[in-house]
């Protein structure tokens, strides 16, 4: 009886907060309800929609061509790669096969967004922990990147490059030279990463054993990308299903085994590095030839169920299109990776401080946009 | 003999050529007041330019340069703004306790500020348990910040307010023992009499091994009392939003604003008055011109702000658990230590001395 007592004046209560929508570590306008005890976490339940746009609905409306403006439009930091998913699936669908050149540039694309994609992720994931000064130097990075996509497409953010049967224009005459100054100078400033934050004590502390995530959890939960391959699950699409000029050139998947935020932290690093590697195989053999294959001007996929996934710097994109025989896809699917990333949060973060929450949320590097589409 | 006396002493000998003595005492009051308040403003205001200008050189940025000179006025305009801006606050909120807790803060660093001797006898009051005094007087805010996070009425800010709580109580033990090690070695509070000490050198030499980990501590343990990065726990902006001021708008999430800035200059000073020989110059190259001591006072307190600023814009932020962890774990034993092995070094007269 007298136990009781005492056990309940010293009786902790749980509460909830509201982390969000207007939060600054949720990355845009994802709702997080956490409830808490005092600082440990006891559950994580994500509130999505305050930025759905039904794109997937607005792709029924549109033509293929039409589609591809959209795309770039769900996982902003990815969408070169984005749209190149939509192009393939409708290549795919067509039987057409594009140029050589096309395939190349496609993929030095590709991997300069990924690069641009994991500069600002290692800026933000400095800034979430705490030292902001990582968000200037990957931003440092990235505007280079962005300068070469401005010369080339036109646009720094949502770039429209890619389009069914190929590119929209041809590279600019920079391009090349652009590119290989730029690999020079990112390879002397990717060290700097290191030194700034992946050396530090308390980086380590703060992100080793956080957030762990097991190699079966993050199959179960469909996990992909670097947030799989910290776990140690092999999952890379361009490794096991080489799209565009991805199966001529060798590459090394990044794989830890730790599966906390470090080892996903390690994962991104890894893969800026590789990036760097594709490029480089690459950047000197771009083939002569044209910039895309005559499509017509009303593309009508014939009747059937068509899929191609890719994979952007969040993990496995899917796109999925059925079609009547119509100049629209009937149905329109997109399977994005940071929802299934998203998932995972209550089940790693759940026993942890709200300052894992914060850590853990950086590494799993969600970008609403692509949740909510 | 030269010193600031003269001009103190001129003042006083002409208040109270025209005026009776008792209200001399108060007259002079007024002004000595006058004069920290303005000195508080001007700390603030630089200290705030600094920090920016500091932290756009990490950052690859230029900083404010727009307004005046080297973006001389940036922090006045900002002033300017934040006295313009309207007072919110929660419906909700325990007004009266809302509205105190600036003024703890803001007081408890103006108090701290006094005892400082800037200069050869250039201080509002020198008492002898100087040291005491100031860290007695640095726990009063803590209060301003528990009561500002409680009375918003916002669970951010409560948070907030109670991370502070257990931050400032644990490292405030860090901050005294590692101050205690050092007064082993003057064997008085007063802060004048630190400072005549420390003409046989600077008691960072003086006691050389002991006093260099006593100077590691007191700067990290300093840097967590003011609340700075690596240990904004209080405010961890992607974690809390703001933090204990959350709710705080206009004047008064300024005045929470220059308190911290304040009180990372009175840590600075602290460190330079009991490891850095204070307004002494470097071997005593300057000692016939007295007023360059608050050159040299000023010269050493800048040299640790920048080192805190430094901290802050290089580390992440501690969690909070670690945060007790590094106090109480391993602050705490190696500061206890630290006082034996200092005690023992007195004892055998190892102190090193000019």
Known sequence: METDTINNSFKSEEYFINMGPQHPATHGVLRLLLTIDGEI?????????????????????????QIVHLTDRMDYLSSHINNEAVCLAVENALEIEVPERVKVIRTIIDELTRISSHTLWWGVMGMDVGALTSYFYGFRDRELINDIFEETCGARLTMNYNIPGGLMQDIHPNFVKRVKEFIAHFKTKLPEYDKLLTGNIIFQKRTK????????????????GPVARGSGYSCDV??????????????????????????????????????????????????????????????????????????????????????????????????????????????????????DLVATMATIDIVVPDIDR | MYSSLIITNNIHSWVLSWMPAAATGIIEMIMIALAYLTLFAVLGLFLVLMERKVAAWFQLRIGPNRVGFFGMFQTIADALKLLSKELTGTDKADKFLYNLAPYFLIISSLMALAVFPFSKNLQAFDINIGIFFLIAISSIGVIGILLGGWSSNNKFALIGAMRSGVQTISYELSVGLSLLTMILLTGSLQLSEIIEVQKSGWLIVQGHIPAVIAFMIYMIAGTAETNRAPFDMVEAESELGAGFHTEYSGMKFAYFFLAEFINMFIIAAIGTTVFFGGWLSPFGITESIPWLGVFWFMIKTFALVFLMMWFRWTFPRLRVDQLLTLEWKYLLPINLFNIVLMAIIIWLNFTIQF
């Open chain 1, 41 to 65: 976490i006891k559950k994580v339940e994500p509130d999505l929609g305050y930025i759905h746009r039904s794109i997937e609905k607005m792709c029924e409306r549109d033509s293929y061509q």
């Open chain 1, 209 to 224: 054993g956080v957030g762990v995530l097991s190699k079966e959890d993050a199959i179960a939960f469909g996990a992909s």
């Open chain 1, 238 to 355: 361009r490794k096991y299903h080489p799209y565009s000029a991805l199966d001529k050139i060798t590459f090394n998947e990044a794989l830890h085994t730790e599966g906390d935020s470090y080892a996903r932290y390690l994962v991104r690093i890894q893969e800026m590095w590789e990036s760097i590697s594709i490029i480089e195989q690459l950047i000197d053999n771009i083939p002569e030839g044209d910039f895309k294959v005559a499509t017509k001007a009303v593309i009508k996929l014939p009747k059937g169920e068509y899929y191609q996934k890719v994979e952007t710097a969040r993990g496995e994109l899917g796109v999925y299109i059925i079609s009547t025989g119509g100049k629209n896809p009937h149905r329109m699917k997109f399977r994005s990776p940071g929802l299934s990333n998203l998932s995972l949060l209550n089940h790693i973060t759940v026993g942890g401080k709200i300052g």
